[in-house]
């Protein structure tokens, strides 16, 4: 027998779960948000460093931010929008990367963003790497930007699925941190932390939620883990769900990691501008100088190198951040900089990666991903999200949609007529 009984369980208290659980608490529905982790968030993590400046070691952005629900959030809860422009709409420092190479390139990725609608709207679904111009001496920056963007170069890619995100190209930030925003949207919701859920049992009439300190029983459950969780099969369907875990494996999670650096004599810089440690590979960093005018470098690593970097421990990250800066800089650089924090989210257990892509063939999956199986079990979360995937915004609407889902099964067994025998 379950130990605990709620109407509804949400399984993960990151954008998406804190989101659904939100609407489900204040639509007056009892539910109960179960979190593996000490804290609330998941990929949204704010940490204040030792000045007291806001980081954000997941999301930052507030991407699309003219129509992005966090942006709103925010405002009501008192925090500062800074609207200024993003460092990759700015030109770069040009060590390393003069001004006509810096249009020269930008000229070759918007081809290439052109080739690649074009495949993605006209062929059947093919690796987006297909768009690149074979010998465009571009070719290794323009892979490092997939990296920053979908966390894998771009011949995992799938095209069909890149080209139905959707940007209104406005990008802004919370300057006490979108994870502080994230984490404070939770505040007073009924939650379990530090609790692993580890199956669903849906056999019987109600569902057996099993987790870390014993069974809860539910109508409804909205399952709000990253895919990668689904996909390793770390989370037991009892019937099993194979479907489900197929469209959890077409959208692996890319890796993304960041790590900010304090930086002396920061006023020599421009604020909020970047500057890539090479330009002639994938396998590089990008640095942005100054981020929100704050003596820092918040760097940037993304794919197959934030994968080798991870393996070598945090401290890899740093020593190869001083390398690339050193040789643009010169070798007194490395005086300069001292690193403050980064968080590896590949090992991190709970999100095994930074934000989901699909495998080219797999654009379907998010759907697939997305749907309800017997009116009981939801799911939400970033990869779900069709438009909007990879992103803060999108896990928050996937949140929404499921409970909205939750709440118009819930009408329709409150109107299945009673059989009075
Ligand atoms: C480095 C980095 C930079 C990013 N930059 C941006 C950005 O600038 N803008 C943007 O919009 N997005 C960005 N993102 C992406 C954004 O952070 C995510 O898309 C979003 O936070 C995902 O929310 P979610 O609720 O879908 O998943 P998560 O936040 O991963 O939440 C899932 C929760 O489930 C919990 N969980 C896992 N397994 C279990 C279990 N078995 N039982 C119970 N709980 C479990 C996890 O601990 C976690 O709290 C970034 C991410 C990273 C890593």
Request: net charge negative; glycine share 10%.
């Amino acid at each position: 027998m379950a130990s605990d009984d709620v109407e509804v369980v949400i399984v993960g208290a990151g954008a998406a779960g804190i989101a659904a659980a939100r609407r489900l608490h204040d639509s007056g529905v009892g539910c109960l948000l179960v979190e593996a982790r000490p804290r609330l968030g998941g990929r949204a993590l704010t940490v204040i460093d030792a000045s007291g400046f806001a980081l954000d070691l997941g999301c930052g952005w507030l991407h699309s931010a003219d129509r992005n629900p966090w942006r709103d959030i925010a405002k009501r809860q008192g925090a500062s929008i800074d609207e200024s422009l993003p460092s990759w709409m700015r030109p770069s420092l040009e060590f390393g990367f003069s001004r006509a190479e810096q249009h020269e390139f930008g000229e070759a990725m918007e081809s290439f963003f052109a080739r690649l609608e074009h495949v993605a709207q006209n062929t059947s679904d093919v690796p987006s790497s297909v768009a690149l111009e074979p010998g465009c001496r571009w070719n290794g920056l323009i892979n490092a930007v997939s990296t920053y963007i979908s966390g894998a170069e771009w011949d995992q890619i799938s095209a069909k699925d890149f080209d139905h995100y959707q940007d209104s190209g406005i990008n802004w930030r919370v300057v006490e941190g979108l994870g502080t925003v994230i984490r404070a949207h939770g505040a007073g919701l009924p939650v379990r932390l530090g609790c692993r859920v580890t199956g669903i049992d849906h056999r019987g009439k109600r569902l057996r939620i099993e987790t870390a300190e014993g069974a809860i029983a539910a109508d409804q459950v909205i399952i709000a883990i990253p895919a990668s969780l689904l996909a390793k099969e770390q989370f037991a369907f009892t019937p099993a769900l194979p479907r489900k875990i197929a469209a959890a494996q077409g959208l692996p999670l890319g890796l993304d990691d960041k790590l900010f650096m304090a930086l002396d004599g920061a006023e020599e810089f421009d604020s909020d501008v970047r500057l890539f440690g090479h330009t002639d590979r994938a396998a590089t960093g990008v640095y942005q100088f100054r981020p929100l005018g704050r003596p820092q470098i918040e760097a940037y690593f993304g794919g197959k190198l934030a994968a080798e970097l991870e393996a070598g421990g945090d401290g890899a990250f740093f020593d190869f951040a001083v390398s690339e800066l050193t040789g643009l800089l010169g070798s007194d650089f490395s005086r300069r900089v001292k690193p403050i924090q980064i968080h590896r989210w590949g090992v991190d257990p709970f999100s095994l990666g930074s934000y989901s892509y699909a495998l080219p063939g797999f654009a379907d999956c998010r759907r697939a991903l997305a749907a309800p199986v017997e009116e009981r079990l939801f799911f939400a979360g970033e990869a779900c999200s069709v438009n909007d995937f990879s992103t803060a915004h999108g896990a928050w609407q996937t949140g929404v949609t499921a409970a909205d889902q939750v709440l118009a099964a819930r009408k329709n067994a409150a109107r299945v007529p009673s059989v009075s025998v």
